[in-house]
């Protein structure tokens, strides 16, 4: 055994030394390959990582009826997802949101700003949350437009907010001026103002409902009917200035405008939820003041007679 060990020994160092001598060699391990970096641009994010926002509503979202001319999408950078808003005509445009929806910074014409928050009624701050109504009607609204507000011919950056729910409808529209530094152009809202436009006197009740009489500011009235279930108190109720439960305001990109409505009735013990009629009014850029405020008439519509 140890003769043939000797001799295998010898047949493979005759064969190495071959080798040698052709100039051949045995075939080396590959280097490894070098480390591919990451783009420096951002890419979507994939399928499997945790989303911002359903593909579901990203596809709602970005339809021609819900999108305000934005196109929406859900990118990545450095592992961090967040939301970007362009504009196809507009190739020096666009909104970026992060991943908690706390900051919203556009860049435009070369210029990079932070838009400021707004407080909510009760002191804090509206997130960034993107909303075109997708779920129905508890989904909310929360979307932005590119609009010329002031009428300079340059486009304003709106956002345009409504409340959660079927009930009390909070409307909020914030307005920024993209083309200077990003800062806020004050709305004033119109809800103290179209309240105090009209009076509403009960005057009787009738097959369930309170009748009464509505004036405007122009001295014209109106015959209107609130659904009311108890004879015996038709007589506590009366009708209080201020903000209703559902008021509304709502972009008309084409004329440069804010619409307000509002919803008024009367109120008393044990009422809600019902409504006599509309209060209907715009809001426009007013130079002197530097302000978006009421401009024109605020118009009456009630609703028809309730059945009992």
Known sequence: MREKAILWALLLALILTACGQSGETLPEEPPPEPEMEEPEHSEEVPRNRQRIMSEEALEYTNQEDCSNGFLLAERGEGGTPFLEFTRPEEPNFSLCINRDLTEAVVDYQGRTMTLGRVETPNGSLYDWDVSAGY????????MPFWVDL?????????????GYGTGFHESVC????????GEI?????????MAASVTVEPQDWEDGCI?????????????????????????????QLGKSGWASLEIDQERGIVEAVMMFGLEGPHFFGMYMGELHTELSYDAERGVIACSGPISVSVFDKPEA
């Open 185 to 193: 152009i004050s709305l004033v809202e119109p809800w103290e103002e």
């Open 174 to 181: 914030t307005v920024y001026n993209i083309s200077g530094e």
């Open 211 to 239: 009748r009464s009489l509505v004036t405007d500011g122009e001295g014209n009235t109106y015959t209107a009917w609130q659904y009311w279930g108890q004879e015996e108190t038709w007589q506590q109720v009366c009708y």
């Open 150 to 162: 002031t009428g300079d011919g340059q486009p304003e950056l709106a956002w345009l907010r409504h």
């Open 135 to 142: 779920g129905g009607l508890v989904s909310g609204y929360s």
